[in-house]
Nanobody
């Protein structure tokens, strides 16, 4: 069994920065992929960062590229999401999740569904950006 728990969410002003943490426990070494997701009020949950745990490749949603940076401390089993130049549209509940798939990471339109069906999710942490 795998457990992940997010922290670091807060209320900040436009242009501010936050660093989210995602601490994993359990059989994390068997996971192939981790992701950062967010869900704004009234909207669907979307993937913003997909991190292949096999080859270390990281992909970002276009609207966070250049502002958000994902990293990890394998020894601490902790994943980080550094968020800079935050905007009001970044307001959402942020989640991390991990999944074990034969092909590594989900791609395309099934990313969220594959994590939902096969992955392990945290409870989320709220980020609020005020103008």
């Amino acid at each position: 069994q795998v457990k992940v728990e997010e922290s670091g969410g807060a209320s900040v002003q436009t242009g501010g920065s936050l660093r989210l943490s995602c601490v994993a426990s359990g059989s994390i070494d068997s996971m192939s992929c981790m992701g950062w997701f967010r869900q704004a009020p009234g909207k669907e949950r979307v993937a913003i960062v997909i991190n292949s745990l096999g080859d270390g490749s990281i992909s970002y949603a276009e609207y966070v590229k250049g502002r958000f940076t994902a990293s990890q401390d394998s020894a601490k089993k902790t994943y980080y999401l550094q968020m800079n130049n935050l905007k009001p549209e970044d307001t959402a509940k942020y989640y991390c999740a991990v999944v074990s798939l034969l092909w590594g990471c989900p791609i395309g339109s099934t990313v969220v569904k594959d994590f939902d069906d096969f992955g392990f999710w945290g409870q989320g942490t709220q980020v609020t950006v005020s103008s």
